[in-house]
Structure formats: C-alpha cells, structure tokens
C-alpha cells in the first residue's frame, strides 16, 4: 500500500498497523471501518453505534481489502479512500 500510495502524494513509511482496544476506542471522537465485518466488531468492543461515532468508511459500502491481490487493487482501494474523504472532512466555513 505504500508504494501505490506514493505517487498521489502520501507516505506511508511511519504508518504501523496497531490492534485496537477499548482504550484506543475511548479516545476517539469518531472511528470509521473500512468494511461492515470490521464495523460490527468495533461496535460489539465499544458498545458504541453510528450515532456515537462508529460508522463505515463510504457509508453505504466496503473499501474492499487488497492485500494479496495485484497493484490495481491497492490503486483502486486509494482512489475510493481518497473519493470519500470529504464526507468525513470539515471544511473551513463549517
């Protein structure tokens, strides 16, 4: 993911995969899952729902997992995260 992630401007060298705990859950005002398996997991540790910051990525569908898969994937699943981030942005007016 690294390497296709480069040519649109993000370096991922410092990024670590980190397992999450209710801690880690606490903390965050908002946590987005990338896929409904993992939003039901995160859901049942938290006991938290959408309306408490808990919800899926895209909002009505996966950002499908890459690994194993050839480099196409890995440029399509970042044009899909990249396409929905501003749902999850601010924009300065607001």
Not at 39 to 62: C, F, I, N, P, Q
């Amino acid at each position: 993911m690294a390497e296709a992630a480069a040519p649109y401007g993000y370096d991922l060298s410092s990024h670590r995969a980190r397992q999450i705990d209710r801690d880690l859950m606490n903390w965050a005002d908002t946590i987005l899952a990338m896929d409904a398996s993992n939003l039901t997991a995160l859901a049942e540790l938290s006991d938290r729902d959408a309306s408490s910051g808990l919800a899926l990525y895209l909002g009505d569908r996966d950002v499908p997992d890459p690994y194993g898969l050839p480099g196409a994937a890995f440029t399509d699943c970042i044009e899909m995260i990249v396409a929905g981030a501003a749902r999850h942005l601010q924009r300065p007016d607001d």
